[in-house]
């Protein structure tokens, strides 16, 4: 009986693996704290990023992430504690197995409490997914060329395509500044150039609010739209588009309409 009391090194070994084991624990904690910190991060740069999500605070992530750190910390400083305290029982021929472990039932509740109160967290703080017009505009601003011209085919002549605008403009209140005669002026100076014509039109209603959001959108107002015929006597209507505009100028989402009339004028016109 004496012999099969006897302390062996495999005693010492199995103290020194569940240390190990702790150790380890610890550092997954500490490692997993400092993901959920950066995460917190990460998703307050994205929103400062995606104007059209709604502002919201992630600096709850960062206090997870930490709380978790210091676990990790904790654990491993509480297991070197209870590695010295399982070695003076193996020693002293104590039994290891007389009561459970204090530690592993103290980090389980908190590991469980933290991780509910991190749904909630993620839950509550979920990115607001754009509206419908938004994603329309996401779409819509892949399908624009760099320099952010957008045209469409007439299925008119440049001079009537020109007179469907200005009678859709006048019936919609919108004051048409000038028809600037490209083609006209080419002639008058002796040289050839397919019809092309630009109107300038605009609105001080729709216009002013641009420029007070951003002052360097007058270079782009009054709106503009192109009317012209290629070579092969196709007529194309040309016009910046609305998305191209916004980002050029910065321009805050909700004042996007304000220039998104222009499609709707250009499409009446050609059809």
Known sequence: MADDSRVTPRDFLAVERTFLAWIRTGLALMGLGFVLARFGIFLREFSLNQPSLSSQSFGLSLWFGTELIFLGVLVCLLSLVRYRRMLQQVQQQENLLARPS??????????AILGVAMAI????????????????RETSMAAIPENGILRITSNHSV??????????????GVKLFTVIDHSGEAAGAGLKMPNTKVLIFGNPKAGTPLMLASPSTALDLPL?????????????????????????????PNLLPNTAVIETLAAQAAK
């Open 102 to 111: 204090l530690l592993a039932i103290t980090v389980a509740l908190v590991l």
């Open 121 to 136: 967290y993620l839950i509550s703080v979920r990115p607001i997914m754009p509206d419908n017009a938004s994603k329309a």
């Open 224 to 252: 503009k739209i192109l009317i012209a015929e290629d070579a092969a006597g196709k007529v194309w209507v040309s016009y910046n588009s609305p998305a191209y505009l916004q980002a050029r100028h910065s321009l805050p």
């Open 159 to 172: 001079d009537e395509t020109v007179s469907r605008l200005q009678g859709i403009l006048e019936s919609k």
